[in-house]
């Protein structure tokens, strides 16, 4: 399911929306979650406290939660972007863009922390290779 379309599509990138788009998601993971699936949730997340937020109530319903931190700097970001959506800030089209002209709060102890070029040095809690990785979340 794309929640993007289906359940925020009337967002945009306000700090409010960011938030209003986090809970929802969170609340569309716990009844996955609740039916038994294994839910990613792969989600740009930009203010610490609405990802303890939805962690939190995570907790509450007796849920997992893993976070997953990709460290990749703005402009491997910005190189990568199949969308075109820097190019469209640079522009000034897009106002409140994580990273560019709002800001972006690093989680403080993510579960799995993944950078560019990680699969060649395989460091352990920032690497640690599929296994490791898959310890972490099946469990």
């Known amino acids: 399911m794309r929640c993007a379309r289906a359940s925020t599509a009337d967002l945009g990138f306000s700090r409010d929306d960011r938030r209003e788009n986090v809970r929802r998601v969170g609340e569309v993971a716990q009844l996955f979650v609740d039916a038994g699936f294994v839910v990613l949730v792969p989600l ?71 950078r560019p070029g990680c699969a060649r040095r395989r460091r352990r809690r920032s690497c640690g290779g599929a296994r490791h990785l898959a310890g972490l979340i099946v469990r």
Not at 65 to 70: A, H, Q
């Open 44 to 114: 740009i997340s930009p203010y610490r406290h609405d990802r303890d937020d939805v962690r939190r109530r995570h907790a509450e319903g007796g849920r997992r939660f893993v976070e997953v931190y990709l460290d990749v700097p703005v402009d491997v970001c910005e190189q990568r972007d199949p969308k075109g959506l820097y190019a469209r800030v640079r522009a000034g089209e897009i106002r409140n863009f994580t990273g560019i002209d709002d800001p972006y709060e690093p989680p403080l102890a993510a579960e799995i922390v993944l």
